[in-house]
């Protein structure tokens, strides 16, 4: 484990894992850590060694003197190509393997946009970034939307109110609302997931070149989903899926919560 300090950004702290030798860089799901993937170890860690990296706002990885303004009006997507040219001063500069959960999708897709003629390699498990979100658009973009989320994340009631209502109506299964519940019943935590969301709103991925790209470099890419996710079904990135010529997809039975000793299993069976 170790940090790579990201200029006029701040600290990232990673974590490093597994049997392989092949590098894949990983960024994890909100509220996990950098060794979320840790649990693939019959599968993905076989070949790979993992240097999982922390969010900001999550475990070790600090900003450095941003301010709410700046938080709020989200990081720069340039920023990104922070991550790994600091990676390339301890490691040297070499061909990598990128892998992505949930919101950690979004930093990886990225990465293939500005890279992907040294990547071999992508995994992306129940990704955001392929596709637009309305849920997530309207609290971190529209006006209105924004408005709320900053009152639910100062209101426990209204947090509480919230995720009730989105597991009623099937939004949002048992496993999930436990791990958004435990995320939200702190006024720090609500409010680390306030930034947090906030922080990444501009990292938008532009799919339409990254097929592009996974197709001239003929980068293998895994596309994983969830029968039953509610946040980012497989429905959703089908249209980019259509446009990879020969993309791996699969669909398990399970929500969107995927990183899982199930999944590993599965993978298992497959050859990574």
């Given at each position: 484990?170790?940090?790579?300090?990201?200029?006029?950004?701040?600290?990232?702290?990673?974590?490093?894992?597994?049997?392989?030798?092949?590098?894949?860089?990983?960024?994890?799901?909100?509220?996990?850590?950098?060794?979320?993937?840790?649990?693939?170890?019959?599968?993905?860690?076989?070949?790979?060694?993992?240097?999982?990296?922390?969010?900001?706002?999550?475990?070790?990885?600090?900003?450095?003197?941003?301010?709410?303004?700046?938080?709020?009006?989200?990081?720069?997507?340039?920023?990104?190509?922070?991550?790994?040219?600091?990676?390339?001063?301890?490691?040297?500069?070499?061909?990598?393997?990128?892998?992505?959960?949930?919101?950690?999708?979004?930093?990886?897709?990225?990465?293939?946009?500005?890279?992907?003629?040294?990547?071999?390699?992508?995994?992306?498990?129940?990704?955001?970034?392929?596709?637009?979100?309305?849920?997530?658009?309207?609290?971190?973009?529209q006006p209105v939307g924004r408005?709320?989320?900053?009152?639910v994340t100062q209101s426990k009631?209204?947090?509480?109110?919230?995720?009730?209502?989105?597991?009623?109506?099937?939004?949002?299964?048992?496993?999930?609302?436990?791990?958004?519940?435990?995320?939200?019943?702190?006024?720090?935590?609500?409010?680390?997931?306030y930034y947090t969301l906030n922080?990444?709103?501009?990292?938008?991925?532009?799919?339409?070149?990254?097929?592009?790209?996974?197709?001239?470099?003929?980068?293998?890419?895994?596309?994983?989903?969830?029968?039953?996710?509610?946040?980012?079904?497989?429905?959703?990135?089908?249209?980019?899926?259509?446009?990879?010529?020969?993309?791996?997809?699969?669909?398990?039975?399970?929500?969107?919560?995927?990183?899982?000793?199930?999944?590993?299993?599965?993978?298992?069976?497959?050859?990574?």
């Open positions: 484990m170790g940090f790579l300090h990201l200029a006029g950004l701040g600290k990232v702290h990673f974590h490093e894992y597994g049997a392989g030798k092949k590098p894949m860089l990983a960024f994890h799901g909100y509220g996990m850590t950098g060794k979320q993937f840790h649990v693939l170890e019959r599968s993905v860690l076989q070949q790979y060694h993992v240097y999982g990296f922390d969010h900001f706002f999550h475990n070790e990885s600090k900003l450095d003197g941003w301010t709410q303004e700046q938080i709020l009006a989200g990081m720069p997507r340039a920023m990104v190509r922070n991550y790994i040219e600091e990676w390339f001063k301890l490691y040297g500069r070499q061909r990598f393997s990128v892998m992505g959960y949930s919101i950690g999708a979004k930093l990886a897709l990225i990465l293939v946009e500005e890279y992907a003629d040294l990547i071999d390699e992508i995994i992306l498990m129940a990704p955001d970034g392929l596709s637009v979100y309305k849920g997530l658009h309207f609290l971190i973009h408005w709320f989320f900053k009152h009631w209204l947090a509480t109110t919230m995720l009730n209502t989105l597991k009623k109506i099937g939004f949002i299964d048992e496993n999930l609302y436990k791990i958004a519940y435990s995320e939200m019943d702190t006024p720090k935590k609500r409010l680390d997931v922080l990444i709103r501009m990292l938008k991925p532009d799919t339409d070149k990254i097929a592009g790209l996974i197709n001239y470099y003929q980068i293998p890419c895994k596309l994983i989903f969830g029968e039953h996710d509610h946040l980012f079904p497989k429905t959703a990135a089908l249209p980019f899926i259509q446009k990879l010529n020969n993309a791996e997809v699969h669909e398990l039975p399970l929500g969107h919560w995927l990183v899982i000793p199930a999944l590993d299993e599965y993978l298992a069976k497959f050859e990574i």
